[in-house]
């Protein structure tokens, strides 16, 4: 054999380099998955009593006022949870919270809101993106839906045009009835506004977001 064969037509070093790729890529994944599970476990009440941030706060969530800041540093908004404010007229234990969340997530499966609607990034686009629609000023105490509504606070504003969205028909297109009760509404709500709390890295973007009270609009 001739010795000046270049290492490029050698078997033996692509043997070695497809070991060895494959070997850090197997490393690679395994550390990421470890990281997401981190960042994507759900907080405690705990967490949010002490101010502990978390990507997916716990359900109890619903007990406080959320706001859409932008952060310099990251470059997007992030929901920033404020001080409480009541939910329904009250306060959620522990264990209402979750009840609640979890029918909301259970109705939302059985009525198949993503038929129309995006969640997390998954669903169509008939319909607008429900990931932050709790913030979406038009349900705020300076939005139409509250007077369209005929309600005092943004969650039973929800909960009515949930219940009855084709009285309150506000863009070109309607969304149906879809025989939801009042009681899946509570949850439907309790379900968006724990959606809303969650850090997406900013998704979606261009959002029509409800600002804290430094920033009115
Ligand atoms: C057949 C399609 C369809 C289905 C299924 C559907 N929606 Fe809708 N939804 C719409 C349309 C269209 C609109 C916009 C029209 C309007 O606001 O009147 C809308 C609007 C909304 C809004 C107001 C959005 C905002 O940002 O203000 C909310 C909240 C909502 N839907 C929640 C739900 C939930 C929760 C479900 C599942 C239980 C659901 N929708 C199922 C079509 C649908």
Redesign the pocket.
């Known amino acids: 054999m001739s010795k000046n064969v270049s290492v490029w037509s050698s078997i033996p070093f692509w043997r070695r380099s497809a070991a060895w790729v494959t070997g850090f890529a197997v490393v690679l994944l395994i550390w990421l998955t470890f990281d997401t599970m981190g960042q994507i476990n759900m907080g405690t009440d705990d967490d949010l009593k002490n101010g502990v941030t978390k990507r997916v706060p716990a359900p109890t969530v619903i007990n406080y006022h959320i706001t859409y800041e932008m952060s310099e540093k990251r470059g997007h908004e992030v929901p920033v949870i404020g001080d409480k404010e009541p939910f329904f007229g009250k306060e959620y234990s522990v264990e209402e919270a979750a009840a609640a969340l979890h029918l ?1 997530k259970l ?2 499966q ?8 995006t969640l997390l990034g998954n669903g169509a686009y ?5 990931t ?3 913030l ?1 000023p ?2 705020s105490e300076s939005g139409p ?1 509250m007077a369209m509504t005929g309600k005092s606070t943004r969650e039973e504003a ?1 909960a009515e ?2 219940v009855n ?1 084709s009285k ?9 009835n ?1 025989g ?1 009760t009042p009681d ?1 509404a509570i949850g ?1 709500v309790a ?2 506004k724990h959606m809303s709390s969650i850090d997406t890295n900013g998704f979606p973007r261009n959002f029509g977001k409800e600002q804290g009270d430094t920033n009115a609009h």
């Open positions: 909301g109705t939302s059985a009525k198949n809101c993503m038929n129309c609607h008939y319909a607008p993106d429900l932050k629609a709790w979406d038009a349900w839906m929800i045009f949930l969205p309150y028909p506000t863009h070109a297109r309607m969304m149906p879809l939801i899946e439907l379900f968006l």
